[in-house]
């Protein structure tokens, strides 16, 4: 697909939009969350062009008994502020909040997609996935998408992606050239 058609983008969150936390980690408060550079004027790009935009984040560590879903919450806040301070916005954002191997939406699996897909009346063969894992990569092509993969990420140089790029940034430039 000519990655110019794309009329939504799906966005991996950690590692992709925002600082991967440690491995084995996860980001649980607002405080933790810090933006990867130009990761919100990119997202800025997509909304100024008319692509819609929507995060599709696994966030296995809400599956524990003790997790508090307020502070997923809080830290989605967060991201919508930060996004918002370059003017950015989300147009959804869907999270797997399931354990391993318990559900059909953790990614590698494409159920998130799968559902955006059905709630918003989206063509998935007119989207890509992008991410910096090879779970993101997977998902994608599950669900009839293009796969951009980020080197931000300790994916496996290829995965399978259609693209591999530096960051963010240089993979819309790939959807909307005419941010340069
Ligand atoms: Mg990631
Ligand atoms: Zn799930």
Redo the contacts with the bound molecule.
Sequence with gaps: MDLRNVRTVFL?????INV?AAEGEYIRAPQDLVMLPGAAKAVAALNAAGVRTILVTNQRWLSTPSADPARFAAVQQRLDELLADEGAHLDAAYHCPHAVDSCDCRKPLAGMLFRAAQEHGLDLSESVMI???ES?VLAGRAAGAATILLRT?AAPAAAGADVVVDDLAAAVRLIVPSVG
Excluded: A, F, L, P
């Excluded at 991996?12 to 992709?16: E, P, Q, S, V």
């Design positions: 991996d969150r950690d590692g992709t991967k991410g910096d894992s993101d990420g």
